[in-house]
């Protein structure tokens, strides 16, 4: 029989585009590392018990797994190879902050409720593991418009195949993991708002009315689409898949856009980062910081499906590459000194 494809056991990271998310970060109480997992490896039922009812409301969920927690939480089985907390930015004029984040749950459905019921199921079943959450409530909004008034989404890389290599880990133990960066956003709309619509498409590069890009020779180079614009070596586009949304709370004056970018490896969602936070070249940063201030900055390991239900079926293995982690020293001799993830009976 061939093996599972990454998108057989990947969580649901290439969901549907849904019309409400919660996005939450949680941090998990020291010692009570056992009572998160068993909560983890409940999910699939909670997620089934709740969207069950409603299968045309397509609840999701994604849980991702931050750096320090993995290691408190999941010490027997080798890093994944491009997991660490997220990487601070500091540019000539704007920051991107890193923050705290054990886990990560991106729930995303139709409707508000059934998001609502899965977060509160959780919540229980976490108990006093729960130490503290940053919990935010995106809408889609006219159009899939961001509060800025453009388009988001649009150049993400089409299903079925562009996505599914985008996101998904394609092969050795961790087939069909994935790696998410959040940002939490608040706009300055008094400010954007100041501007023309002319001078907000140089920011974005595309449109406002018809969300098309701007010709290269009007388009600024520290405008958004240039600056996340990005190719490796040969030419080819490094991408990532987004879901952002937007949230707010009209009478604090509160408007925001939760980002959350999804990829195969996080250096492609980092790179974009230092375009935008520090520059290319170097001082060019992106306009759109000039309205938009990250508050937030977390990076986790999406593993696939079966781990979070039955992390014990995974056991190690010596001499497996595919599991070396970005922080990890070789060892002398020149073996990586880690094992790799075999499910058991597989
Ligand atoms: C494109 C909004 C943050 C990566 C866009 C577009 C908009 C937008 C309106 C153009 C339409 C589209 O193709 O989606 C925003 C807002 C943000 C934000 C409001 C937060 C304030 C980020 C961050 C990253 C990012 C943090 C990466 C780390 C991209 C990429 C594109 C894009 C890769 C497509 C570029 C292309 O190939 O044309 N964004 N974005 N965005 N954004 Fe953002």
Redesign the pocket.
């Known amino acids: 029989m061939s093996d599972p494809r990454p998108q057989d056991l990947c969580q649901s990271v290439l969901a549907p585009p849904a019309r409400v998310s919660i996005f939450i970060t949680l941090t998990i109480r020291e010692g009570a590392e056992g009572a998160a997992v068993a909560a983890l490896a409940q999910l699939p039922a909670l997620k089934r018990s709740v969207g069950f009812r409603e299968p045309e409301q397509q609840l999701s969920c994604v849980a991702g797994i931050g750096s320090r927690f993995w290691d408190r939480a999941y010490p027997h089985l080798p890093r994944p190879a491009h997991l660490h907390p997220f990487i601070p930015l500091e540019g000539s004029k704007h920051s991107a902050p890193s923050t705290p984040g054990d886990l990560l749950f991106h729930v995303r459905a139709m409707r508000f409720d059934l998001c609502f019921e899965l977060v509160r199921q959780l919540r229980l079943a976490l108990g006093d593991a729960l130490e503290s959450a940053d919990e935010v409530h995106g809408f889609r909004y006219f159009d899939e418009r961001?509060?800025?008034g453009?388009?988001?989404?649009?150049?993400?890389p089409e299903p079925p195949v562009d996505d599914v290599v985008t996101t998904l880990v394609p092969d050795g133990p961790y087939t069909g993991a994935s790696y998410v960066?959040v940002?939490k956003?608040l706009?300055d709309l008094t400010a954007w708002n100041a501007l023309s619509v002319e001078d907000q498409e140089r920011v974005?590069?595309?449109t406002k009315l018809d969300?098309i890009?701007l010709p290269d020779d009007v388009k600024p180079s520290n405008s958004?689409?240039a600056l996340?614009?990005i190719e490796d070596a040969d030419g080819t586009?490094r991408?990532?898949v987004?879901d952002?949304l937007p949230f707010g709370n009209v009478g604090e004056g509160e408007f925001g856009?939760y980002?959350i970018?999804y990829a195969a490896d996080p250096d492609v969602?980092e790179e974009?980062?230092r375009h935008?936070f520090l520059g290319n070249p170097p001082g060019n940063y992106d306009r759109?910081l000039d309205f938009?201030t990250?508050h937030t900055g977390c990076l986790f390991f999406v593993p696939p499906a079966d781990l979070l239900e039955n992390p014990q079926s995974f056991a190690a293995a010596p001499d497996d590459p595919s599991t070396a982690s970005d922080t990890d020293p070789t060892p002398a001799d020149g073996s990586l000194g880690i094992g790799s993830l075999r499910r058991s009976g597989s």
């Open positions: 961001d509060l800025l453009f388009v988001d989404g649009t150049e993400n960066i940002q956003y706009h974005i590069g595309r969300d890009e958004h689409v996340n614009t586009q991408q990532i987004r952002n856009t980002f970018g969602t974009m980062l935008m759109i938009s990250a």
